[in-house]
Structures are given as C-alpha cells and as structure tokens.
C-alpha cells in the first residue's frame, strides 16, 4: 500500500468513526409537515453503507452520504411537504413499508436536498436515505427523430 492509500485510508476510518458518533447522538427529532417524531436507527446508518438491496457502497459514496448528516435534521425541521408513498408490503421484511420524501433548501451552499423516511409495519417513523438534488444522476430522453411528411 502506498503512502498516499494509507493516508486516504486513514481519512476514511476517521470520517467514518466522526460521523457514527455524529448520528449516534441525532436520535430523533420532531417533523413539522408530519406531526410526528422521527428517529434516527442503525438501519438509517446502515443505509449508509449498503444500498436498499444490501450491496455494499463505494468507499466514495459512503464518504459522500456521510458528508451530508448534518443536513438531515435542517430538512426534517424545514420541509414544507412530503411526497407520500402509500404502505408496501416487503417479502423481505414481512411487513408493509411506507415512505415519505422531504425536501428544503439548506446548507452553506444552499443546496436542495432530499431526505427519505420510511416507516416498517405499525414502528416509527425513522430516517432512511439523503442526498444533494444537483447531485442525483440525471437521465435525459433522446430526442425521437422528427418525421416529415411529404
């Protein structure tokens, strides 16, 4: 391993143990468009880590997500609606899942940024998954090739 590897190692172990004790702390915190508490679990950390399948993320994207925790609790505070998806059920889980989708303008940068909670069987309303709008990859459609009548 190279210096420069186990410097950017180093970094990573650091931001990571920084930010689990970071959300560690967040707990829970109350959503104003909800009108109810939202808590802060493992399995929102997780999310994290591993995508809604339970791959493994890139080292870069768990850095990237975990960079935006201190934005969480500003956009559940500050979200004005929620964009509602009615119960599912999951195989997986055994249960219906019911998610919720907020959005404010925050940060420095003022950034919009997303913020998914979800909900597992009758528990309670909890984190889930974050990231910055600009960001979120963006698919364009081709133009459809124009016919001409002749």
């Known amino acids: ?11 990573y172990e ?3 143990k920084e930010r689990t004790a970071f959300y560690k702390r967040l707990k829970q915190c109350y959503c104003p468009v909800l009108k109810e508490t939202v808590y802060f679990t ?3 950390f997780y999310h994290f880590k591993y ?8 080292r870069k994207e768990r850095m990237y997500r975990v960079g935006l925790l201190p ?5 559940i505070k500050m979200a004005k ?3 509602y998806s009615p119960p599912v059920y999951k195989k997986s889980l055994n249960k219906y899942v019911e998610f919720w989708k907020l959005e404010a303008i925050v940060g420095r940068q003022k950034t919009k940024v997303p913020v998914v909670l ?13 990231w910055k709008k600009s960001d979120k990859k963006k698919t364009t459609k081709k133009p459809s090739p124009k016919k001409t009548v002749s």
């Not at 391993?1 to 970094?11: A, I, V």
């Not at 809604?52 to 890139?58: D, E, I, V």
């Not at 934005?71 to 956009?75: A, D, G, R, S, Y």
């Open 51 to 58: 995508n809604g399948l339970g791959h493994a993320r890139s």
């Open 118 to 130: 979800r909900r597992v069987g009758k528990g309670n309303i909890a984190f889930y998954s974050v």
């Open 14 to 16: 650091e931001l990571m």
């Open 81 to 83: 609606l929620s964009v």
């Open 42 to 44: 493992s399995k929102g």
């Open 71 to 75: 934005l969480i609790k500003p956009v």
């Open 1 to 11: 391993m190279t210096k420069h590897e186990e410097l950017m190692e180093r970094r």
